[in-house]
C-alpha cells in the first residue's frame, strides 16, 4: 500500500500537482525493502501518450519545466543517489517528456527549492528521529499536504500535531482531496486563511467596512441643519 500511494503521489500527472509528493522520509529499519519495492514499482510505470490507457506518466507542461527538471537530475545526479528511473521509449523521445525518476537524498536541505515535477527524494531516518523529522519539514517554510503511513496511532497523532501542513493524509495518497468535498489550503509558504472548498471560504470573497461617526460632536450650522426637513 506504501509504494502504490507513493508512486501515485510522486509521479500521477507527472508530478505537476501542488499536493504531490517531493520528499519520502523510510525509517531506517525498513528502507532497504521499500526502496527496493519502490524501483520494482517505478520500472513498470509506463511513460506515452496520456490519450492512450496504457500510459501512466505523460510530459510535463512546457519547456520551461522540462529544462529546470534537466537541470535538477543533472546535480541530484553529481549529489545524490539514483534509485529508480522510468524508461524512455521512441514514443518519448520528442517532447517535454521527463522520465519520472527517484534520488536517495543524504539530508533535506540540498533541495533548495519546489521541484515541479515526477521526481522523488528519499531520506532515511531512524526510530528515535521523529522529530528531527518533523523539525526539518517544519523548517523549509512549507505546508500544504503530509502523508504519513503508520498503524500506530500515537505515531500519527504526533506527527499531526506537531507538522505544520494544512491538509494531512494517514494511510493513503496526498493527492486525492476534491475540492467541495475536503477543505483544502496550507499553511506557511503554502497559504494562509480559510481552506478551499470549506465552511469558512466564502469569507475570502467579502469586504469589511468601517464608518466612524461622532455623534456626540457640538455645534453646527442651523441652517444646514434643517435642509432635511
Given at each position: 500500500?506504501?509504494?502504490k500511494?507513493?508512486c501515485?503521489s510522486?509521479?500521477?500527472s507527472?508530478?505537476?500537482?501542488?499536493?504531490?509528493?517531493?520528499?519520502?522520509?523510510?525509517?531506517?529499519?525498513?528502507?532497504?525493502?521499500?526502496?527496493?519495492?519502490?524501483?520494482?514499482a517505478?520500472?513498470?510505470?509506463?511513460?506515452?501518450?496520456?490519450?492512450l490507457?496504457?500510459?501512466d506518466?505523460?510530459?510535463?507542461?512546457?519547456e520551461?519545466?522540462h529544462?529546470?527538471?534537466?537541470?535538477?537530475?543533472?546535480?541530484?545526479?553529481?549529489?545524490a543517489?539514483?534509485?529508480?528511473k522510468?524508461?524512455?521509449?521512441?514514443?518519448t523521445?520528442?517532447?517535454?517528456?521527463?522520465?519520472?525518476?527517484?534520488?536517495?537524498?543524504?539530508?533535506?536541505?540540498?533541495?533548495?527549492?519546489?521541484?515541479f515535477?515526477?521526481?522523488?527524494?528519499?531520506?532515511?531516518?531512524?526510530?528515535?528521529?521523529l522529530?528531527?523529522?518533523?523539525?526539518a519539514?517544519?523548517?523549509t517554510g512549507y505546508?500544504l499536504?503530509?502523508g504519513?503511513h503508520s498503524?500506530?496511532d500515537d505515531t500519527?497523532?504526533?506527527?499531526?500535531k506537531?507538522?505544520?501542513?494544512?491538509?494531512?493524509?494517514?494511510?493513503r495518497?496526498?493527492?486525492?482531496?476534491?475540492?467541495?468535498?475536503q477543505?483544502?489550503g496550507?499553511e506557511n509558504?503554502s497559504?494562509?486563511?480559510?481552506?478551499a472548498?470549506?465552511?469558512?471560504?466564502?469569507l475570502?470573497?467579502?469586504?469589511?467596512r468601517?464608518?466612524?461617526?461622532?455623534?456626540?460632536?457640538?455645534?453646527?450650522?442651523?441652517?444646514?441643519?434643517?435642509?432635511a426637513d
Amino acid at each position: 500500500q506504501l509504494v502504490k500511494d507513493v508512486c501515485a503521489s510522486a509521479f500521477d500527472s507527472a508530478g505537476q500537482r501542488c499536493s504531490a509528493a517531493r520528499v519520502l522520509f523510510v525509517q531506517e529499519d525498513i528502507a532497504d525493502k521499500v526502496i527496493t519495492m519502490l524501483t520494482g514499482a517505478m520500472a513498470e510505470l509506463v511513460m506515452g501518450d496520456p490519450g492512450l490507457l496504457s500510459t501512466d506518466v505523460g510530459p510535463v507542461i512546457d519547456e520551461a519545466s522540462h529544462k529546470e527538471l534537466s537541470e535538477h537530475a543533472e546535480r541530484m545526479d553529481r549529489e545524490a543517489k539514483l534509485i529508480g528511473k522510468v524508461a524512455a521509449t521512441d514514443a518519448t523521445a520528442h517532447g517535454t517528456f521527463f522520465a519520472p525518476r527517484a534520488y536517495e537524498i543524504p539530508r533535506l536541505d540540498i533541495l533548495h527549492k519546489e521541484i515541479f515535477g515526477p521526481v522523488l527524494h528519499v531520506l532515511r531516518w531512524k526510530a528515535d528521529q521523529l522529530d528531527q523529522v518533523i523539525d526539518a519539514i517544519n523548517a523549509t517554510g512549507y505546508g500544504l499536504t503530509l502523508g504519513i503511513h503508520s498503524r500506530i496511532d500515537d505515531t500519527i497523532d504526533h506527527i499531526v500535531k506537531r507538522a505544520k501542513v494544512g491538509n494531512c493524509y494517514v494511510n493513503r495518497n496526498q493527492i486525492g482531496a476534491v475540492v467541495g468535498v475536503q477543505p483544502f489550503g496550507g499553511e506557511n509558504l503554502s497559504g494562509t486563511g480559510p481552506k478551499a472548498g470549506g465552511p469558512h471560504y466564502l469569507l475570502r470573497f467579502a469586504t469589511e467596512r468601517t464608518v466612524t461617526i461622532n455623534t456626540t460632536a457640538a455645534g453646527g450650522n442651523a441652517s444646514l441643519l434643517t435642509l432635511a426637513d
